[in-house]
């Protein structure tokens, strides 16, 4: 009897021991995949209306690039004023001096009327010029000023026909020049006074332009008069 208590208690001993072995080894294993990564840090809280201020910083930066963009370039400056009356005067001069020797060499009347009517109206506008370049501050000699061109020696070389017809022409020629200078002055120009002197300037040079063409096709007609 004693025996096989013992045999029983030594059974359910190793009974137990087993059972407990299994139950170690059943226990899950953990897997390193399975492990949680450590938590991050939480993110800032959105703030809200943050992105239409953003919308607004960025589209105010838009439209200073468009106002740079689109701002006009600086105004000439005073010397480029300076330079288209000066340009003005002399042109003024030398069409009243060509004028003149046709005046006194011509023996053609339609002729002499138009050089007439040159040396008049260039004489007025060079009264205007100088009067407007000196209220501009740029000095300008007592008396209407004189200059020779080689033009005039040209004039003095030629007579009769040939003589009318290089005046009609280089009459043309200048005045054509003339013309799309003062044009884009009064289109262009930034000082008002001067812009209202070339615009009443340019009504009369496209008169004579006319004038010329017209005395051209006559003096083709005519070649020996």
Excluded: W
């Excluded at 190793?14 to 949680?36: E, K, T």
């Excluded at 138009?114 to 010029?129: G, P, Q, S, W």
Aim: hydrophobic share 35%.
């Amino acid at each position: 009897m004693l025996s096989l208590l013992r045999s029983l208690s030594c059974f359910g001993f190793l009974g137990f021991f087993g059972f407990f072995l299994f139950s170690c080894s059943a226990l899950p294993q953990s897997d390193p995949r399975l492990v949680a990564p450590p938590p991050s840090a939480p993110s800032p809280p959105s703030t809200p209306g943050g992105s239409r201020v953003s919308d607004i910083i960025n589209r105010e930066l838009r439209q200073a690039t468009r106002a740079n963009t689109a701002r006009p370039q600086a105004a000439p400056t005073v010397a480029q004023a300076q330079a288209f009356m000066k340009k003005a005067e002399d042109r003024s001069i030398r069409e009243r001096n060509l004028a003149r020797v046709a005046m006194q060499r011509t023996r053609n009347s339609d002729v002499r009327d138009f050089a007439k009517m040159i040396v008049d109206d260039h004489t007025k506008d060079l009264h205007n010029i100088v009067n407007l370049m000196e209220s501009k501050g740029i000095p300008q000699p007592k008396n209407m000023p004189e200059v020779k061109h080689e033009a005039e020696g040209m004039l003095n070389n030629l007579s009769g026909a040939a003589m009318d017809r290089a005046f009609i022409d280089t009459m043309i020629k200048d005045h054509e020049r003339d013309i799309a200078e003062f044009t884009k002055e009064v289109r262009s120009g930034e000082d008002p006074a001067v812009r209202d002197y070339a615009a009443h300037a340019l009504e009369t040079l496209q008169k004579h332009l006319q004038k010329a063409q017209e005395l051209q096709s006559k003096l083709a007609k005519n070649p020996s008069k």
